[in-house]
C-alpha cells in the first residue's frame, strides 16, 4: 500500500462524512413521523435500497456523467421533496392520520438519496483513483454513517420541531447547487453572473421555505 493508497483512504472518510450528513436529514425527516419499531425499520430498509442504488451508480459513474442535465433535474425533485416533508410535519392529531406507512417512507428515503448520492458517488470514485477496494470501503463506510446519523436526527426533530425547518433548508439549499452546478446549466452563464453558483440555492432555499410555510398556515391555521 503506496501514499497514493492511504490519501485517499482518508480523503474517502472526509468525503463521506462531509456528504452522508445531508442523506441523513432526509432519512430523519422522512421516518420521524413512524413508530419507534418501523422508524428503525425504515432507516434499515431506506438505507440497504439507497446503498443499493450507489453502487449502480459507481458502476455506472462514466456513462452517468454523460447523460445532460441528469444533476439539475435531480435538483429540481431534490427540491419538491424537501417541500413535501415540510408541508407532511406539524400536523394536529385531529386532523389527519398517525403517520406516514412504512413503505412511503422507504420510498421517499431511497428516491431522495438517489438523487443526492451523485456527488457522493462521483467524489468517492474519485477519490479512489480506480482502486476497487477503496471504492468498497467508501461505500461501505456510508452504510453506518447514514444509520446513526438519521436515528439522530429524527430524535432530535421529534425534541425541537425547529429542526424541521432547518432540515428543509438544507436539502432545498443541496438541490439548489446541484442544480446550478450542472454542467450543462453552467454553459448558460456568462462569467460575470459567477455571483449565481452561491445565490441561486440561497434563493431555491428561501422559495422552499416561505411557500412551505405559506402551505402550512393556510393547511394548519390553529399550529400557528
Same mark, same amino acid.
Given at each position: 500500500?503506496?501514499?497514493?493508497?492511504?490519501?485517499?483512504?482518508?480523503?474517502?472518510?472526509?468525503?463521506?462524512?462531509?456528504?452522508?450528513?445531508?442523506?441523513?436529514?432526509?432519512?430523519?425527516?422522512?421516518?420521524?413521523?413512524?413508530?419507534?419499531?418501523?422508524?428503525?425499520?425504515?432507516?434499515?430498509?431506506?438505507?440497504?435500497?439507497?446503498?443499493?442504488?450507489?453502487?449502480?451508480?459507481?458502476?455506472?459513474?462514466?456513462?452517468?456523467?454523460?447523460?445532460?442535465? !441528469?444533476?439539475?433535474?435531480?435538483?429540481?425533485? !431534490?427540491?419538491?421533496?424537501?417541500?413535501?416533508?415540510?408541508?407532511?410535519?406539524?400536523?394536529?392529531?385531529?386532523?389527519?392520520?398517525?403517520?406516514?406507512?412504512?413503505?412511503?417512507?422507504?420510498?421517499?428515503?431511497?428516491?431522495?438519496?438517489?438523487?443526492?448520492?451523485?456527488?457522493?458517488?462521483?467524489?468517492?470514485?474519485?477519490?479512489?483513483?480506480?482502486?476497487?477496494?477503496?471504492?468498497?470501503?467508501?461505500?461501505?463506510?456510508?452504510?453506518?454513517?447514514?444509520?446513526?446519523?438519521?436515528?439522530?436526527?429524527?430524535?432530535?426533530?421529534?425534541?425541537?420541531?425547529?429542526?424541521?425547518?432547518?432540515?428543509?433548508?438544507?436539502?432545498?439549499?443541496?438541490?439548489?447547487?446541484?442544480?446550478?452546478?450542472?454542467?450543462?446549466?453552467?454553459?448558460?452563464?456568462?462569467?460575470?453572473?459567477?455571483?449565481?453558483?452561491?445565490?441561486?440555492?440561497?434563493?431555491?432555499?428561501?422559495?422552499?421555505?416561505?411557500?412551505?410555510?405559506?402551505?402550512?398556515?393556510?393547511?394548519?391555521?390553529?399550529?400557528?
Amino acid at each position: 500500500m503506496d501514499a497514493s493508497f492511504w490519501v485517499g483512504f482518508i480523503n474517502i472518510i472526509i468525503i463521506d462524512v462531509v456528504l452522508s450528513g445531508d442523506n441523513a436529514v432526509v432519512i430523519g425527516m422522512a421516518s420521524r413521523k413512524l413508530p419507534p419499531e418501523q422508524r428503525r425499520k425504515a432507516v434499515i430498509y431506506g438505507t440497504a435500497g439507497a446503498i443499493g442504488l450507489r453502487i449502480v451508480l459507481t458502476a455506472m459513474a462514466t456513462w452517468v456523467l454523460l447523460i445532460p442535465y !441528469l444533476k439539475a433535474i435531480g435538483g429540481i425533485v !431534490l427540491a419538491w421533496i424537501a417541500l413535501k416533508l415540510l408541508l407532511g410535519e406539524g400536523e394536529e392529531a385531529s386532523d389527519i392520520k398517525a403517520g406516514p406507512t412504512l413503505f412511503a417512507a422507504i420510498q421517499t428515503i431511497i428516491v431522495a438519496d438517489f438523487v443526492m448520492s451523485l456527488d457522493n458517488v462521483l467524489a468517492v470514485g474519485g477519490a479512489a483513483h480506480g482502486d476497487f477496494a477503496l471504492l468498497l470501503f467508501g461505500l461501505g463506510l456510508s452504510i453506518p454513517l447514514l444509520m446513526a446519523g438519521s436515528n439522530a436526527v429524527a430524535a432530535l426533530m421529534d425534541r425541537l420541531p425547529i429542526l424541521i425547518y432547518i432540515g428543509a433548508g438544507i436539502l432545498s439549499y443541496t438541490a439548489g447547487a446541484m442544480v446550478i452546478s450542472e454542467e450543462a446549466v453552467q454553459q448558460h452563464i456568462a462569467p460575470e453572473y459567477y455571483y449565481l453558483d452561491w445565490l441561486f440555492p440561497i434563493l431555491l432555499t428561501s422559495f422552499v421555505l416561505a411557500l412551505g410555510i405559506w402551505r402550512r398556515k393556510r393547511i394548519y391555521p390553529s399550529a400557528f
